[in-house]
Each structure stands twice: as C-alpha cells, then as structure tokens.
C-alpha cells in the first residue's frame, strides 16, 4: 500500500481510538463510590487500557472485521476506501452525538453498522462481488445477541451480588463493622475496576483498528527469529495509546457524569455493578465477542440502585436506549455517503 494512505489511515485510526477514550466509562462506579480520584482513575485506567488492547484485542479485531464479511464463498478483504469510509463515518457520528445530545454511543454497534452498511452498499458502486451475500449473518446474529443478552444479564448478576452485599451488611455489629466491610468493598473495587479496564481495552481498541487488521499489510506473522508476532500487533498498540490519549486528556467529564448522574454509589453497590461489568466484558473479549461496555455498566447501575431502592436517573437511561437502536442503521448510512463521496480518490 502507498505510504501515504497508510500513514493517512492510521492517523484516523488514531483520531477514532482517542474519541473511544474519551468516552470510556469503566472507572465511573471508582469514582463514585469516592474510592478514586478522577486524576487517578483516568491514569490508571490509560496504562491498563493500552495492556488490554495489546493482549487481548487481537479475537475482537477479528470478529468485527474479517469474520463479519466472511459469508461469502471467498474471504472478503476490505478495500482501502471501504476502511476510510468506516472511520471517518465513526468519527463523523461519535462527534455529532457527543456534541448535539451529548448521547452515550456504543462504538461496537457504531463500528459493526459501519462495516455492514458499505458491505451491502459497495455494489452500486461496482464492487459487484460484494453485497448482502458477503455478510456472515451467522456472525451478525451473535453479536446482535450479544448485545441484548449482556445488559439483561448484567442488571440481574448485579441486582444478586448486590442483594447479597446487603444481607452481609445487615449482619454488621454496629458503624464501625460497617466501616470495615465498606473498606473491604473498596480495596475488592479497585482489583475489578482494573481487570473491566484491561477487558474494554481489549475489547474497543477493536472498534478502532479492525478494518486495519484485514488490510494486506497486516495479515500473517512477524518472525522476529527469538519470537513471531502477529502482524496487526502494530495496529493494536496504535489504537490502545489512543484510547490511553483520550481517556486522559477527555475522559474526565464522561467519568463524572456517569459517576454522578446515573445513581448515587457507595463502595459495596459499585462493587456490584463492576463485579457484574468486569465479568461479562471479560468473558466476552475471551470469546472474541464486541459487546457494549456503556450498555453493561448502565444495567448493572440501574440494578444497585433498585436493590437499594436509591433513584435512578431516567433520562440517562432512555437516552441510552435511543443510542442502542439508533446507532446500527445511522452509522450504516454514514459510511454508505462517505463511500459514496470519496470513490475516485483512491
């Protein structure tokens, strides 16, 4: 590939990565529960970010990308106008949302209508061995799946840790007891706070670079002769130091606000939902499935503040909802019009 492209992609790459970290809520319960600082939670979580992208996020690129449009009879390999149309359409919607309605976007659906809207699109176009047929609807129905089933299964694991929580706690002998099991909560928060972290970096960085891992370039192996590397490492460590850029320099207000407006926490209720969060999205990233880790948190936060009977914020919640079944078809439309535009320049 010319080098230019090349640069010119990983440039957008990296602009996608930082708009995912600029919105990545994973220490909001921390903060909350006033266990972490911003300053801290945002540092902490840069580090283990780019660690998960890097250790985890190769099974995830490849579902998003390759296996995604691999319905066909040969495998399907992304053009290089595809892949721009893709990003720039991700940026185009996760900037016009953050900014406008300031709506929670899930880049996974974000990223996965990108991808299916100018799969089905590129034979108007003249792409004629592409269309319909080239989308794995196998693939399309687990990831689907998997974003209904996580949320529904995060409310209900956390709603039971956390009902369980509370019977130990009525236990307590006395405020001091209950300091100490709050305390117990804390130090339990920040191991699974660390490991949601190292999970949604492996999980989102493929959100950013995983047109790149199915780009010639990056298909096969390193032999390095003391060890072989898989070559889309490098699109891997691009996107997780992105993530880790914006997580510091604009994740603080997403952090506030989904530590402050959704529910009111304490230690051992965001202990339940980061248990419920840190699970689910582990499981998932090991399974190579992209599941939304907004659309988990918010469930398991809605679930602790039921079990506690503390008020939910509502308008949070429905503006979420709209996100879940907006973002497939408007971020499909948005690759389709970037495609459309930009035939000729390459």
Request: net charge neutral.
């Amino acid at each position: 590939m010319d080098p230019l492209l090349l640069g010119i992609l990983f440039i957008i790459s990296f602009l996608v990565a930082f708009a995912i970290g600029g919105n990545d809520e994973a220490m909001a319960p921390a903060v909350g529960a006033r266990v972490f600082t911003v300053r801290a939670a945002v540092i902490i979580g840069a580090i283990i970010t780019v660690v998960g992208a890097l250790s985890l996020g190769g099974n995830v690129s490849e579902k998003v990308g390759s296996d995604l449009v691999g319905g066909g009879t040969e495998p399907m390999t992304l053009t290089i106008d595809m892949v721009f149309a893709i990003l720039i359409s991700m940026i185009i919607w996760l900037l016009l949302a953050s900014i406008t309605k300031g709506l929670p976007i899930s880049t996974t659906q974000c990223i996965v209508g990108s991808v299916m809207g100018v799969a089905i699109f590129a034979p108007f176009l003249g792409y004629s061995e592409w269309g319909v047929d080239v989308i794995d609807w196998y693939v399309v129905f687990e990831i689907f799946l998997g974003w209904i089933l996580s949320p529904v299964i995060g409310f209900l694991f956390a709603a039971a840790v956390f009902a369980l929580v509370r019977k130990i706690q009525k236990r307590a002998k006395g405020f001091s007891d209950f300091e100490r099991q709050e305390k117990i909560a804390s130090y339990l928060l920040a191991g699974f706070l660390i490991l949601t972290s190292l999970s949604r970096g492996g999980n989102d960085v493929a959100n950013a670079i995983a047109p790149l891992t199915v780009l010639p370039d990056f298909i096969g192996t390193y032999d390095l002769g003391f060890i072989v590397i898989p070559r889309y490492i490098i699109p891997l460590l691009v996107g997780g130091t992105g993530m880790a850029l914006g997580l510091i320099v604009v994740g603080r207000k997403v952090i506030k606000t989904l530590a402050t407006e959704v529910v009111t926490l304490s230690p051992s209720s965001a202990l339940a939902a980061s248990v419920s969060v840190s699970m689910i999205i582990f499981v998932g990233t090991l399974l190579g499935l992209p599941l939304s880790g907004t659309h988990v948190l918010v469930a398991a936060l809605i679930a602790v503040g039921w079990v506690s009977e503390t008020p939910v914020q509502m308008k949070q919640v429905k503006d979420i909802l709209v996100s879940w079944v907006v973002t497939v078809p408007v971020s499909a439309l948005f690759a389709i019009a970037v495609f459309w535009a930009i035939q000729g320049f390459f």
